[in-house]
Nanobody, 121 residues
Framework: QVQLVESGGGLVQPGGSLRLSCAASGSFSNFNSMVLGWYRQAPGKEREFVAR???????VYADSVKGRFAISRDNVGKSLYLQMNSLKPDDTAVYYC?????????????WGQGTQVTVSS
Protein backbone atom coordinates (compact mmCIF):
# COMPACT_ATOMS: atom_id res chain seq x y z
CA GLN A 1 0.00 0.00 0.00
CA VAL A 2 1.02 3.57 -0.68
CA GLN A 3 -0.20 6.51 1.38
CA LEU A 4 0.12 9.95 -0.19
CA VAL A 5 -0.22 13.23 1.69
CA GLU A 6 -0.27 16.58 -0.11
CA SER A 7 0.68 19.92 1.40
CA GLY A 8 1.49 23.45 0.31
CA GLY A 9 -1.87 24.64 -0.94
CA GLY A 10 -3.36 27.98 0.01
CA LEU A 11 -4.55 31.38 -1.16
CA VAL A 12 -2.34 33.29 -3.58
CA GLN A 13 -2.82 36.38 -5.74
CA PRO A 14 -2.82 36.15 -9.53
CA GLY A 15 0.74 36.05 -10.81
CA GLY A 16 1.98 34.48 -7.59
CA SER A 17 3.63 31.13 -6.93
CA LEU A 18 3.03 28.07 -4.80
CA ARG A 19 4.93 24.83 -4.33
CA LEU A 20 2.92 21.71 -3.64
CA SER A 21 4.46 18.67 -1.99
CA CYS A 22 3.31 15.06 -1.86
CA ALA A 23 4.91 12.69 0.64
CA ALA A 24 4.68 8.94 0.10
CA SER A 25 4.76 6.32 2.82
CA GLY A 26 3.79 2.69 3.27
CA SER A 27 4.99 -0.82 2.63
CA PHE A 28 6.64 -0.61 -0.78
CA SER A 29 10.15 -0.81 -2.22
CA ASN A 30 9.51 0.28 -5.81
CA PHE A 31 9.08 4.05 -5.40
CA ASN A 32 11.84 4.76 -7.93
CA SER A 33 9.92 2.98 -10.68
CA MET A 34 6.54 4.53 -9.93
CA VAL A 35 4.98 7.04 -12.27
CA LEU A 36 3.96 10.06 -10.20
CA GLY A 37 1.73 12.95 -11.11
CA TRP A 38 -0.85 15.58 -10.32
CA TYR A 39 -4.48 16.08 -11.23
CA ARG A 40 -6.79 18.91 -10.22
CA GLN A 41 -10.51 19.41 -9.87
CA ALA A 42 -12.22 22.78 -9.95
CA PRO A 43 -15.75 23.27 -8.55
CA GLY A 44 -18.36 21.86 -10.91
CA LYS A 45 -15.74 20.39 -13.24
CA GLU A 46 -14.25 16.97 -13.84
CA ARG A 47 -10.83 16.05 -12.50
CA GLU A 48 -8.19 16.97 -15.08
CA PHE A 49 -4.60 15.93 -15.67
CA VAL A 50 -1.91 18.46 -14.75
CA ALA A 51 1.49 16.78 -15.00
CA ARG A 52 3.34 13.50 -14.52
CA UNK A 53 6.94 12.42 -14.10
CA UNK A 54 8.76 9.16 -14.64
CA UNK A 55 12.29 10.44 -14.15
CA UNK A 56 13.95 13.83 -13.92
CA UNK A 57 13.71 14.60 -17.62
CA UNK A 58 10.76 12.40 -18.54
CA UNK A 59 7.84 14.71 -17.81
CA VAL A 60 4.49 15.52 -19.40
CA TYR A 61 2.35 18.61 -18.83
CA ALA A 62 -1.15 19.68 -19.71
CA ASP A 63 -1.12 22.48 -22.28
CA SER A 64 -2.84 24.78 -19.79
CA VAL A 65 0.12 24.70 -17.38
CA LYS A 66 3.06 24.19 -19.75
CA GLY A 67 5.77 26.78 -19.17
CA ARG A 68 4.30 27.81 -15.78
CA PHE A 69 4.37 24.62 -13.71
CA ALA A 70 7.31 22.30 -13.03
CA ILE A 71 7.02 18.78 -11.64
CA SER A 72 9.90 17.09 -9.83
CA ARG A 73 10.54 14.14 -7.57
CA ASP A 74 12.90 13.10 -4.80
CA ASN A 75 13.30 9.34 -4.81
CA VAL A 76 15.42 9.32 -1.66
CA GLY A 77 12.89 11.34 0.29
CA LYS A 78 9.98 9.59 -1.46
CA SER A 79 8.38 12.90 -2.39
CA LEU A 80 6.77 14.61 -5.35
CA TYR A 81 6.61 18.34 -5.98
CA LEU A 82 4.74 20.78 -8.20
CA GLN A 83 6.17 24.28 -8.54
CA MET A 84 3.42 26.57 -9.79
CA ASN A 85 4.34 30.00 -11.13
CA SER A 86 2.37 32.79 -12.81
CA LEU A 87 -0.79 31.47 -11.24
CA LYS A 88 -4.15 32.40 -12.73
CA PRO A 89 -7.67 32.34 -11.26
CA ASP A 90 -8.38 29.38 -13.59
CA ASP A 91 -5.77 27.39 -11.64
CA THR A 92 -8.07 27.41 -8.62
CA ALA A 93 -8.84 23.80 -7.76
CA VAL A 94 -8.17 20.94 -5.39
CA TYR A 95 -4.87 19.38 -6.43
CA TYR A 96 -4.37 15.63 -6.05
CA CYS A 97 -1.14 13.69 -6.34
CA UNK A 98 -1.09 10.10 -7.53
CA UNK A 99 1.31 7.19 -7.79
CA UNK A 100 1.14 4.35 -10.31
CA UNK A 101 3.06 1.23 -9.36
CA UNK A 102 3.27 -2.47 -10.08
CA UNK A 103 2.79 -4.73 -7.08
CA UNK A 104 3.42 -8.36 -8.00
CA UNK A 105 1.49 -8.73 -11.23
CA UNK A 106 -1.01 -5.96 -10.49
CA UNK A 107 -0.83 -2.31 -11.50
CA UNK A 108 -2.38 0.04 -9.01
CA UNK A 109 -2.96 3.77 -8.67
CA UNK A 110 -2.96 5.49 -5.31
CA TRP A 111 -4.33 8.98 -4.61
CA GLY A 112 -3.72 11.61 -1.99
CA GLN A 113 -6.54 13.41 -0.23
CA GLY A 114 -6.02 16.69 -2.08
CA THR A 115 -4.91 20.21 -1.21
CA GLN A 116 -6.84 23.38 -2.05
CA VAL A 117 -5.26 26.04 -4.22
CA THR A 118 -7.14 29.33 -4.56
CA VAL A 119 -5.90 32.07 -6.88
CA SER A 120 -7.72 35.32 -6.18
CA SER A 121 -7.08 38.99 -5.53
Amino acid sequence: QVQLVESGGGLVQPGGSLRLSCAASGSFSNFNSMVLGWYRQAPGKEREFVARIISGTNTVYADSVKGRFAISRDNVGKSLYLQMNSLKPDDTAVYYCYADGVFGTTSRRFWGQGTQVTVSS
